[in-house]
């Protein structure tokens, strides 16, 4: 990846920003002005700078202690970003009217339930029209059906990087209803691997995955 004030030894080590965050980073940038974007999960804050460099005032809440806590040391110069522990299906602790979300991995995690109340919390603190960018997990990722059964559609690995962490799946109907408040921009089936945090993941492991890229709008 290219070279930022905020980057660490961590980030350096990703494979770049997500191609969704530049992506969201690009349209704000050409909005223009200041835009109160809200994201879920910082990771290894890889994707944060874009959005910072796009002139947006950035939340980042991360339900990790640790990584809450690197994500506030690594950003403690940037006036524009605040960081926040808590959990993702709970209303987030920032005031609402975000003209954005963005999660690249937080929404993959936990049950399909989790996730359907994460998303409506997200819902709640976007202001009307705003944006939802995000990836989830696809029932087309070889993982699915496989490990140990955690709920409906719902799978942890016994091994490897991410063994007994819960992981959701949806189909694309599943996405759909996932998001009926949203306004379907873009949604497709991508191999991620080049794309997911190696904080996460083995470059192994990250060969095969396979997640839904969902661009949507909320109804106003």
Known sequence: MGGSEHDTPAARAEPGPHPLAEALAATLAAAGGEPRVLVVGAGSGRSLPPLLAAGARVDVLEADLERAAAASRRFANEARLRVARGF??????????????????????????????????????????????????????????????????????????????????????????????FALEEMCEANAGEAVGRWAHEPREAESIVHWWVRARLVQ
Not at 90 to 98: L, N, R, V
Not at 130 to 137: K, R
């Open 88 to 181: 993702y299906d709970e209303p987030a602790p920032f005031e609402g009217g975000y003209a954005a979300a963005f999660s690249s991995h937080a929404l993959l995690h936990g049950t399909t339930s989790d996730v359907a109340r994460a998303v409506d919390a997200i819902r709640i603190r976007l202001a009307p029209g705003g944006a939802f960018v995000l990836t989830l997990g696809s029932k087309r990722d070889p993982r699915f059906g496989t490990g140990r059964a955690v709920a409906e559609d719902t799978f942890a690995p016994t091994s490897g990087s991410e063994a007994n962490v819960a992981h959701a799946f949806f189909d694309a109907g599943g996405v759909r209803e996932l998001l009926g408040a």
